[in-house]
């Protein structure tokens, strides 16, 4: 019951949010499924491992996908540089069954949401008080 709630109120948050936030919930479950893929190597769990990695590959690739290099210019091949960067690290991680090839991947997504986030409340605006 729990679960088919949280499952519901993340299709909610996904179905409302503008591109930014999108953005950002792309990056919180890319550090999510990293953080997961870590626990599962720390856990000798190859199945978990390459499940969550599978998945944060996945958000990477689309992320690095749909990068406009005509209007993004320097920052969407930064961005693209980092992201391969980041395919590299997770294949190493996998292969290696080595979980310091995810520390720098997770680095970089925390410190790329944090800056997204700021863009959406910068977006969202002066909120008032007591909502």
Known sequence: MIQHAVQQYQQTAVMTANNVQLI????????QSLELAREGILQNNHHDK????????AIVSELSNVLDFEQGGDISRSLNRLYQYMLTEFLQANLRNDLHHLEGPLRCLSTLR???????????G???VGR
């Open 126 to 128: 002066p909120q008032t």
């Open 114 to 124: 944090e800056g997204w986030q700021t863009i959406a409340r910068q977006q969202a």
């Open 24 to 31: 950002v919930l792309l990056y919180d479950s890319a550090v």
């Open 50 to 57: 390459a499940r969550f990695l599978g998945r944060a590959v």
